[in-house]
């Protein structure tokens, strides 16, 4: 297991990659040359291991990016974003996201966040919403992504999908899992809170 810093660093490596590559992620937000580091305080959930070892993560040019935040997830401070809501142990389980650049990440950033996240086979993530703006990259796997106002879509690596600030959106998984790159702009102080924290979608 490499050690936490350069963990991070490898994965900082292959996020500014993508930024050079990728003009969506590109568009999306400016990346600094230089971002502020900080401690993390690890912190282990059970879905990181189903994340570590998945091996239904089918990539498409991504394999690095993929296997960097693989690499880093020991060192991570999962989130547990949703404790303490409807969201039983089933999706607390099985859900998880750490932060790369924002609060409990390593890196600290002005202009964007971003985070990891992953879902295993057969998972529904309902709907929710925040003010900042977000956007998923997806870099293994498969998922079904909702937004109201929208048809629902089937991303695979290298899709991408835009969610505006406070718009309600879902995932879904099916058959396979998914790893995403998600970033995001604007207010970032506000966490993600259920749209229906009574129940369903
Ligand atoms: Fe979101």
Redesign the pocket.
């Known amino acids: 297991m490499i050690g936490a810093r350069a963990a991070f660093e490898r994965c900082l490596a292959e996020l500014r990659a993508l930024h050079a590559a990728c003009p969506a992620i590109a568009s999306f937000a400016p990346l600094p040359d230089s971002l502020a580091e900080q401690p993390v305080m690890p912190h282990d959930i059970p879905a990181a291991r189903l994340m570590e070892e998945d091996d239904g993560l089918f990539s498409d040019g991504f394999e690095a990016m993929r296997d960097a935040f693989i690499a880093a997830s020991p060192h991570a401070q999962w989130r547990e974003t949703y404790k303490g809501t409807r969201m039983g142990p089933d999706f607390m389980n099985r859900f998880a996201c750490y932060c790369l650049v924002g609060s409990g990440g390593p890196f600290v950033s002005d202009s964007l966040g971003a985070y990891v996240v992953y879902m295993p086979p057969g998972l529904y993530y309902p709907y ?3 003010p ?1 703006e ?1 956007l ?1 990259f997806i870099l293994a796997g498969e998922a079904e992504f909702l937004m109201e106002g929208a048809p629902s879509k089937t991303l695979r690596p290298g899709d991408h999908v835009f ?1 505006p600030s406070n718009r309600p ?1 879902a995932t879904r998984t099916h058959a396979h899992p998914f790893m995403a790159l ?1 970033l995001w702009r604007g207010n970032m102080s506000v966490k ?1 809170v259920l749209t229906h924290p009574d129940g369903e979608p």
């Open positions: 929710h919403h925040h900042a977000e998923y969610h959106h998600v993600p």
